[in-house]
């Protein structure tokens, strides 16, 4: 195997090793991530390259090495992103781009990204942006909002980076955004955020050429069968058709493993490529062993060559193989193994089956065809393949005249996503007449495997294609294919609706080519069912970004320039190092946690004694071991003799490997007695008064009394799901012992050091002074990074201490998912008083959160949601309340926001509603309820909100609402099953960290005598960039360029006693701190500089030390005066506000649920912006992690509290698909002058509301069908907003056909929480 231009010969390695494993720790190139370990995110993308000797080609595809065994890799060449470029040779232009373009944050899935353009680039170095956005489909970001990486791949495209429709003539280069003029003030309008110009050129003759050696060994060496024999598993490797059949002989029982992408981590034999052949009477005939991106390429081929209608199978399948999985997961994945999977949920199998597909088999014995049907599907074994046959080829005949055939699909997400429904069907008329000759109809995801609705297809045969048809032909099919209410995967009524909506798809499709091909036979499609027709689909990206720098500003100083995240080369040259690329330390250990599979039991035993004697382990702790340290604060360490929830923390396997640890802690015996009641929802919470503490209470005027006063009282609640951080590097930590006066190092990927700090040394029961927790930067974290990982910490702490080795812990994704919890979950119920004309006179309101089985900062999240929840309004009387809910969950913790996404999404579904009630458009109900310029909060803060009113009014032109809105409006009359909805969100967010203690910072800086400068400070890079704009800071003060000054990590050895980095403001505290420190260095320094002033940094350090003046200089900054007496409901708990708005525009698909973001505009008024490239990038990263938290992102619990979304299979986070068509931020011109790091604000989290604008657009387009429906019973959607809901709620013909379960006669797959 080669990577970059190293030759690797590996003669033992164990066949069930992936590369991924083998890349990091064998060959110790850690520049290819580890982010899920099941093909799903793409952070362990690399290229592979094979050599073909027959037809004399080499292949390059983007493999994710997580499921790439490396036996499989004999005689390929593997480009990892170190062999493409480095910072210590030269960088690769996609590696300077992404990172010039501002395309990294937290960096963690970098290389990843990288890597799939660089495979792209290999294959087609003038791409299109459909290709590029279809390379880029697998790899998951969980920062930039992806923006920012498709401009820096654009730049790669020949067409300009425009938004390339140039309808009627005009395109977003030719005017501003709807033609509106910028603003005009006295400050410059940028609308670049970088400059193409200096970017390096992509030569491909400069690209890294296929080794010859092994062009040499695939033309020259014997062709022979290789055998790779471990202590589990033996790989056999046949080289020719016929030793592959001989090894199926031999071992009947052994997987074939192809792309590897289904069998996971058993290795058996591996089978080989062989390619497609066109036969003119039969078809095609495709071999089993090519990849489903080759089989795309051949269908596309073929579709282009051959009259349509031959190829109407081909075309179905081409429409799905171009949202199978991602790029890579198609690169590596065969038909054959598709095919053979028989998955659930495979996308091609139902298109195989109906277009009358054949197998070809072969084996020792001689070959056979069987065809892929039913039978087959379900693997019954007159009709599958014996052990020793193997799947050579498939045939998928022409399509005749009179044929049709479509493939519908429906997914959480667009693409890269599992279908929740598919469908293939074929039917053949006997002539233009329409009488069904032939019918052929299977679905998907609605049973154990691929299933046909036979008999309904068998009695529609003789029936003309009419209405009459269609409705038998729903009635026969619902009754043939039955869904039980608890069947796997839950989302039943939303199954059973999808299959008949798909049938009513196809019967317009057909209709419609009938009425084209035989006008005078058939009946026009009438006007309201066309919409059904087209399917959603992502389009291409353009976006404008608007930001003001002062023009009189000195052009060194980098303050309010959008300068790139430092580490951004690094990040994409696969250098930057997080917590699990540190190497081994000698004789390290690794731990691995055993967790609890109940909800809520008593732990009756715990056996340890088989884990304990399996080769490798060291020892198991439980809490016996930690008798007396087990707990702090409200946290409890590792479970003593009850178990609270399904992942909660039981022992800690400790072993000299991760796979012995793995190995171990399954065979850990735990007998347990289930205890009552278990609860894991709110209202089960309510019911047994199960909270944390007493509620909290803020109020306001008088609501009682002004309830008597009002038009018209509503009441309703709304129910919110939690959502999964999901940062892309895992929890991570490496603990060291020094091995002299109890002194210990604590590595690891966390948002608040000193918290470790304190932990580890409470329960290793030593000095704080002895304990040093470091981090050099954290692979996102969203607020994840804090008390769980200080409790894992503190565990792992306690091994390395107890064994005196290092001790590293890793969690696996499913394992992070399940011990970690999230964003609350939360009910709010309100009761609103409001006038006629939409003015809100009293609200009650009602928040209950999820809290899960622990306290952790839960409390702090009800506060911050009472305290937040007036968003952008002023309700002149207001009651809130809150609790937190203690339930048999996971811990729930702080996530960007806290609290606020929640308590806000409340608010405008109340405000929403209230319009509904007045028959008055919510934009005009939320202007009216605005603050004015010069208000009170209900916890009686004064408030400007100017800028409010600005962001408002700016948001409404900028996204020309009201013309936009009618467009909308005349879009809906005209389209039946098509919706639109526009919606536009104000955001009024409050900044503060809770108090002055909380909002002290400190730094560090230091000069050295050559005049370079060391700056040091308390808070953590997380991707949001603090790093960089602390050095812009120290830039600033020191007037020295930023190349000069340096940031090499954060700890508690040079800063202690920080806070936690989170709540917007690390920058802001920091910055203050810094300024702080250079101002002293300064005034040390002033006599010096003075006396020399043309002096450089070296002579003045220089003269400084000469004169024994200190060159270091700690700085401060103790908080600013925040406060918030809850007894009284009254104080000033924020520092500022920022404000901003967001209007959205979406399009529904009324059949299927699924729908598409058009269009945002967004307008935020950031202060004078430090950096405006980071400022952007975290509103656009927090604008789509919000979205997703409002429409995608959805955790299912089992009626037992065991959480299956475990991975990114079956969690959706927003992928490149995601991204609204054309997206438009601007910034508000810098007006207020305050007492802020030059009168900057923080933005890291606000934007993340405005996801929430998506949520209300979709409601709005809901509205629309529902009205034109006539359905006039009052909407109650909850969050997030997926196309279950979407689907069900556009009640229709269909939804009423559907079998309904009584609530009670079945037991639900899932439980929302
Ligand atoms: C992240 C991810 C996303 C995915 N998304 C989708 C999606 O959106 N839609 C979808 O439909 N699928 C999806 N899949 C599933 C994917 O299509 C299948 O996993 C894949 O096609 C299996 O092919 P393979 O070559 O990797 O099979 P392997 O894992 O190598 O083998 C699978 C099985 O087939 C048998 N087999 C393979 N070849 C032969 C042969 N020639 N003769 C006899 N037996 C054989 C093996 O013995 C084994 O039992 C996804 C998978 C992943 C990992
Ligand atoms: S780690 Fe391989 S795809 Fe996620
Ligand atoms: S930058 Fe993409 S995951 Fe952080």
């Known amino acids: ?73 004999y005689g390929t060449a593997v480009t990892t992103v170190e062999g493409i470029g480095s910072t210590k040779t030269r960088i690769h232009p996609i590696q300077e781009r992404i990172a010039k373009c501002h395309g990294t944050q937290c960096g963690f899935c970098t290389p990843g990204m990288v890597m799939s353009i660089y495979a792209l680039l290999r294959n087609h170095p003038e791409p299109t942006l459909d290709q590029l956005t279809d390379a880029l ?14 401009d820096a791949c654009k730049t790669f495209c020949k067409t300009s980076s ?149 190829t109407q199978t081909f075309r179905a399948l081409l429409k799905h193989l171009r949202t199978v999985a991602g790029s890579q997961i198609r690169n590596m994945a065969s038909l054959g193994g ?231 080369i690094n990040h994409a040259t696969g250098e930057a190092i997080y917590c699990d690329d540190m190497p081994a330390v000698d004789q390290e250990l690794f731990l691995t946690f055993v967790t609890s599979s109940r909800a809520h039991a008593k732990i009756v035993s715990i056996d340890l004694s ?65 205890l009552e009641p278990l609860i894991l929802t709110i209202e089960e919470a309510i019911q047994h008064k199960s909270f944390f503490e007493s509620e909290r209470k803020l109020e306001y005027g008088n609501v009682d009394e002004t309830f008597k006063m009002v038009d018209q009282i509503l009441e309703g609640e709304i129910h919110m799901g939690g959502q999964e951080h999901f940062y892309m590097e895992t929890q991570s930590m490496l603990v060291i012992p020094k091995g002299e006066a109890q002194e210990i190092d604590v590595y690891v990927s966390t948002q608040f050091p000193k918290h470790v700090q304190d932990i580890v040394a409470f329960i290793l029961k030593r000095p704080a002074n002895k304990v040093m927790c470091h981090v050099k930067r954290v692979g996102g974290a969203f607020g994840g990074k804090v008390v769980k990982t200080s409790i894992m910490a503190a565990i792992t702490a306690f091994a390395a201490n107890k064994h005196g080795r290092a001790v590293r812990c890793i969690l696996e994704r499913g394992e992070d998912m399940l011990i970690t919890g999230g964003r609350h979950p939360y009910l709010g119920k309100y009761k609103a008083g409001f006038m006629k004309d939409g003015r809100i006179l009293a609200l009650d309101m009602e928040h209950y959160c999820n809290a899960g089985s622990s306290q952790d900062e839960s409390l702090w999240v009800v506060e911050m949601g009472l305290l937040k929840m007036d968003n952008a309004y002023k309700f002149p009387n207001l009651r809130c309340r809150g609790w937190a809910c203690r339930t048999n969950l996971p811990s729930n913790t702080a996530f960007r926001g806290f609290g606020f996404p929640q308590a806000g999404l409340i608010t405008e579904a109340c405000i929403t509603e209230v319009a509904a009630k007045c028959g008055l458009p919510p934009e005009q109900v939320r202007a009216i309820n605005m603050y004015k310029e010069v208000d009170e909060t209900h916890y009686k803060q004064e408030i400007n909100a100017k800028n409010l009113i600005q962001c408002w009014r700016e948001c409404m032109t900028k996204s020309s609402y009201f013309a936009r809105r009618a467009a909308v409006e005349r879009f809906n009359a005209e389209n039946y099953w098509k919706k639109r909805g526009l919606t536009m969100v104000p955001l009024k967010y409050p900044v503060s960290v809770g108090s002055v203690v909380l909002g002290q910072a400190a730094a560090l800086v230091h000069i050295y005598l050559d005049g370079s400068v060391l700056v040091t400070h308390g808070g953590i890079e997380l991707g949001q960039g603090v790093h960089t704009k602390m050095i812009q800071v120290a830039s600033r003060e020191l007037k020295m360029p930023m190349s000069n000054i340096c940031l090499r990590e954060t700890s508690t050895e040079t800063v202690p006693n920080t806070n936690a980095t989170g709540g917007s403001m690390t920058a802001d505290l920091n ?35 000469d004169n024994s003046i200190s060159l270091s200089a700690i700085g401060y900054f103790r908080g600013f005066e925040t406060n918030i007496d809850w007894e009284k409901g009254e104080g000033h708990p924020f520092e500022y506000f920022v404000c901003g708005a967001a209007c959205s525009e979406v399009e529904v698909d009324c059949l299927t649920g699924n729908h598409k973001n058009i269009r945002t505009d967004i307008v935020m008024d950031v202060g004078y912006s430090i950096n405006p490239a980071i400022d952007i990038g975290q509103i656009e990263g927090a604008f789509i992690q919000g979205m997703g938290l409002y429409t995608i992102e959805e955790l299912s619990y089992s009626p037992q509290g065991v959480l299956y979304t475990r991975g990114p299979s079956q969690y959706k986070i927003p992928a490149i698909c995601d991204v609204p068509t054309e997206l438009h931020v601007s910034f508000l011109p810098p007006s207020e002058n305050s007492n802020t790091l030059y009168s900057s604000k923080g933005v890291g989290e606000s934007g993340l509301f405005l996801g929430c604008s998506v949520f209300f657009a979709i409601r709005d387009a809901v509205c629309a069908a529902r009205q034109e429906r006539g359905i006039s019973e009052p909407l109650m959607l909850s969050s997030p907003l997926t196309p279950e809901k979407i689907r069900m709620a556009c009640e229709d013909k269909f939804t009423k056909m559907i079998p309904r379960d009584k609530p009670g006669s079945y037991i639900p797959w899932n439980v929302p929480v």
Request: some cysteine.
């Open 1071 to 1105: 910055g203050l701190a810094i300024k702080d420190a250079c101002q002293t260095l300064l005034k040390r320094l002033e006599p010096i500089i003075s006396k020399n002033p043309h002096g450089t940094w070296k002579d003045w350090a220089e003269a400084a030390f």
């Open 610 to 674: 088989e884990a304990l004697s399996l080769p490798g382990v060291v020892d198991i702790l439980t809490a016996d071991h930690l008798q007396g340290v087990n707990s702090f604060a409200t946290e409890s360490f590792l479970a003593t003799d009850e178990v609270l929830c399904v992942g909660h923390l039981v022992c800690a396997v400790v072993a000299e490997s991760e796979i012995q640890a793995k190995r171990a802690a399954k065979r850990v015996k735990i007998v347990y007695k289930d």
């Open 162 to 310: 425009c938004c390339q429709s140039r309808e009627n003539g005009v395109c977003c280069l030719d005017q501003g955004v709807n033609g509106v003029p910028e603003f005009e003030e006295q400050h410059k309008i940028s609308l670049e955020l970088f400059s193409e110009k200096e970017f390096l050129p992509l030569d491909p003759t400069q690209e890294l050429i296929f080794p010859p050696e092994l062009m040499i060994m695939a033309e020259k060496q014997p062709q022979k069968t290789r055998v790779f024999g471990g202590d589990r598993v033996t790989w056999i490797s046949p080289v020719t058709l016929t030793g592959l059949v001989e090894a199926k002989f031999k071992y009947p029982q052994a997987p074939i493993v192809m792309g590897n992408t289904s069998v996971g981590m058993y290795a058996g034999i591996k089978g080989m490529r062989h390619h497609a052949r066109l036969n003119f009477i039969l078809g095609l005939t495709l071999g089993a062993s090519l990849s489903l991106a080759q089989v795309k390429d051949i269908l596309a081929d073929v579709v282009q060559k051959l009259p349509e209608e031959k």
């Open 338 to 568: 598709h095919i053979m999977s028989r998955h659930l949920d495979s996308d091609l199998n139902p298109l195989l089956a109906v277009g009358n597909c054949t197998l070809n088999l072969l084996s020792k014995e001689g070959g056979r065809q069987i065809p892929l049907n039913d039978q087959f599907l379900r693997k019954c074994p007159a009709n599958d393949l014996k052990p020793q046959e193997i799947l050579v080829s498939v045939n998928i005949p022409y399509s005749r005249k009179w044929e049709f055939v479509s493939a519908f699909r429906q997914a959480q997400r667009q693409q890269n996503a599992l279908a929740i429904v598919n469908s293939g069907m074929r039917v053949l008329f006997g002539d233009e007449n329409g009488i069904i000759k032939e019918l052929s109809v299977f679905y998907g995801g609605v049973g154990p495997t691929t299933i046909c609705a036979k008999n309904s297809c068998q009695e529609l045969i003789g029936r003309p294609w009419n209405e009459e048809m269609l409705d038998t032909a729903c009635r026969l099919i619902l009754d043939e294919i039955r869904l039980p209410g608890s069947a796997p995967g839950g989302k039943v009524e939303f199954k059973r609706t999808l299959v008949v909506s798909f049938l009513f798809k196809f019967y317009l499709e057909v209709l419609q080519i009938l009425k084209r091909m035989n006008p005078g036979h058939h009946p026009r499609l009438a006007d309201k069912s066309k919409s059904a027709l087209e399917d959603l689909r992502p389009r291409h990206h353009w976006s404008t970004l608007t930001y003001h720098v002062n023009p009189k500003q000195l052009l060194q100083d980098p303050i309010g320039r959008p300068i790139m995240h430092l580490s951004g």
């Open 137 to 150: 489909g697998g790899n998951l970001c969980r920062c930039t909002g992806y923006r920012p990486i498709i």
């Open 1 to 73: 195997m080669g990577q970059g231009d190293k030759m690797v010969i590996e003669k033992n390695v164990a066949p069930e090793t992936m590369l991924l494993p083998y890349l990091r720790k064998n060959l110790r190139l850690t520049g290819t991530k580890y982010g899920c370990g099941g093909g799903g995110c793409g952070a362990c993308t690399v290229m592979i390259s094979r050599y073909n000797p027959s037809t004399k080609q080499i292949r390059h595809y983007p493999a994710t090495a997580c499921l790439t065994p490396i036996c499989s890799l």
